[in-house]
């Protein structure tokens, strides 16, 4: 098994930045690729970013693109996900993903993740 854990969200204004950590423990020889998903209220999930096992491949919704950088140090077996230039859409709960499969080296669809952490509250304020 693997837990994942959120850390970094909270209350910024429209323009600011902030950076989420997830940090997996467990089996996380497991973990390949990794993402970060999001859910507004009355909305579904939306997929916002993901990154390859190794880091060198990552991948964006278009309404974060140049926005948002996620990384990873596989050292401390955690992810990130800088947010920079917040806007009030942007506000939703912050999910980390694991996919535990490597069949590919992104992965974007939320079915294919194995490994959810609880989440972490984002408010961006107008």
């Known amino acids: 098994q693997v837990q994942l854990v959120e850390s970094g969200g909270g209350l910024v204004q429209a323009g600011g930045s902030l950076r989420l950590s997830c940090a997996a423990s467990?089996?996380?020889?497991?973990?390949?690729?990794m993402g970060w998903f999001r859910q507004a209220p009355g909305k579904e999930r939306e997929f916002v970013s993901a990154?390859?096992?190794?880091?060198?491949?990552?991948y964006y919704a278009d309404s974060v693109k140049g926005r948002y950088t996620i990384s990873r140090d596989n050292a401390k077996n955690t992810v990130y996900l800088q947010m920079n230039n917040l806007k009030p859409e942007d506000t939703a709960v912050y999910y980390c993903?694991?996919?535990?499969?490597?069949?590919?080296?992104?992965?974007?669809?939320?079915?294919?993740?194995?490994?959810w952490g609880q989440g972490t509250q984002v408010t961006v304020s107008s």
């Open positions: 990154v390859s096992w190794s880091g060198g491949s990552t």
């Open positions: 993903a694991a996919d535990s499969g490597g069949l590919y080296l992104i992965v974007t669809d939320a079915v294919e993740y194995d490994y």
């Open positions: 467990g089996r996380t020889f497991n973990i390949y690729a």
